[in-house]
């Protein structure tokens, strides 16, 4: 039995105050463009996986890990010749994380993970209903 919804968000973009709480897949970039439209939210995500896009200048693409422990949500990074960028269903199925913050390691996630694993460890059903969890730009 799932305890926490699954929601698929190609745009981290379209991240709102219904995701209160869920566990979040995203096809976006960890940077901080990205990790803005999660902290901003008055009621955040429990998690959030990013894909790592290649790490980027100065590790730009990873900076979601530290933005997002800071206001108390597990950040994950899945690898970007793991899964697409800007696609959520790929993170999912195919993403293998190479990046946790220290709330994700407290939950005991771990590197190498699979995304799918990381969100049957957290309580939510991997495979969600695309009619009600998914949303696209």
Known sequence: ????????LDSIALVNATHAGTV??????????ASHFVTAQTHKPFAVAF?????????????????LQ?????????????????????GLDNGVVNGLN???????????????QVVRHLGADPNPDPDRDRAQA
């Not at 790592?52 to 100065?58: C, E, N, S």
């Not at 800071?70 to 790929?90: C, F, K, N, P, W």
């Not at 220290?102 to 799918?116: H, N, P, S, T, V």
């Open 24 to 33: 979040i897949v995203s096809g976006s970039h960890g940077g901080l463009s």
């Open 70 to 90: 800071a206001v108390g949500v597990l950040a994950i990074l899945y690898a970007h010749t793991s899964a697409r960028i800007g696609e959520a269903q790929d």
């Open 1 to 8: 039995m799932s305890t926490r919804a699954l929601v698929l």
């Open 102 to 116: 220290e709330l994700a390691l407290a939950q005991g996630l771990q590197l190498g993970w699979r995304i799918a």
């Open 51 to 67: 894909n790592d896009a290649g790490g980027g200048k100065d590790n730009a693409g990873r900076v979601a890990l530290h933005e």
